[in-house]
């Protein structure tokens, strides 16, 4: 936008300068020959009364220090047919001047200056010279040169001038940008500072309105959000209750454990709610020592349900760049799917190994497989609320990953999480 309007200004300084240049240039050549014509003819009527008045002989000494003296050839028609001064043939100019009519006519060697002489005996006389083309354009050059180095002088002070002129338009809708794209990366505190024309800075206005409900309002889902999550400590409370009061004291401490584990869930989804932010987002862990717990308590299902577990973990540690919660929920999804949607008794691998820059979480089972189709979020075809998949894929998407999806050698689901390895990627900091 800066170069276009900084293209259109010099285009139309340049129109102009030519529109306002060309005329004028124009003009300096006809005056400064106008002015070359008016001084031969001075110079030539100064002659008028000697040539009027004087001897043929003392019209010829005249004329002949008047050459000396002027460096201007002159050449006096006496009406005998006598020339004196310097040779030259009678043009139609000095025809017409010998009847009594002095004027000035454009010839091939330059503008003839002829003036008739009235008073001697025989007839009139005419007095002739030639302004020469390099008199009659004396000092255009100059002119021209001064008046183009003018013109490109005021076009250079125009594009500066456009240049600010487009700086102060696009500095604020580079701003604008700039925040707008802040937003679309989760910095919702992000505001533009109004600046530039009356128009921008309503856009300006209006961006950050907009930022302030969008925080507004993913404030008021987040509360909801917590206190749904809040109220299942009731029924969590009574659950933990009744499994102290069993009888069997691995039972109870099973299925305490248990009511542990999902209490810590709702606590995280409470607290993730109501202080989520970027900085939160980042974060790092050893995934062998995550899938390792997560595959230990899911075995004990496992067992109850005749499926035999596959574990093949790579030796620690591995650290990817993906808090522990985070890889834990995305485990507990893919884990539970298995459960899910295979019948009691199919086995499944949980396989764990690094991979150049990545880590690579694998799990597959013997089961019927994946259904066709896309995975989209919130749509199941199996019964379940459709969100499993989609919490391994944003757990992926966190730690500079993907999920892949197809079809194990058995025909079975084959589920693949990869995460990028190492500590999370700091911003730098400018000293």
Known sequence: MRGRLTLLVAAVGVLVMVAFLVPLAVLVRTVAADRATARATADVQRLVAVVGTAAPETVRLTVDQFATDTGREVTVFLADGTVLGARAARTPAVVLAARGQSLTVESAAGREVVVAVQGRPEGTGVIRTVVPPAELSAGVTRAWLVLALLGALLVVVGLVVADRLAGALVRPIAALSAVSHRLANAELDARVEPAGPAEL???????????????????????QVADLSHRLRTPLTALRLEAESLRDPDDAARLTAAVDGLERAVTGVIRRARWRSAAAAEGSCDAAVVVGERVTFWSVLAEDTGRTVTLDLAPGPLPVRLGGDELAAAVDALLGNVFAHTPDGTPFTVRLAAEADEVALTVADAGPGLPPGPVRRGVSRAGSTGLGLDIAERAAGAGGGRLELSTGAGGGARVVLRLAAGPPARPAVNA
């Open 201 to 223: 800075r309503e856009v300006a206005g209006a961006l950050n309105h907009l930022a302030g409900r969008i925080q507004v309002l993913l404030r008021e889902e987040r509360e």
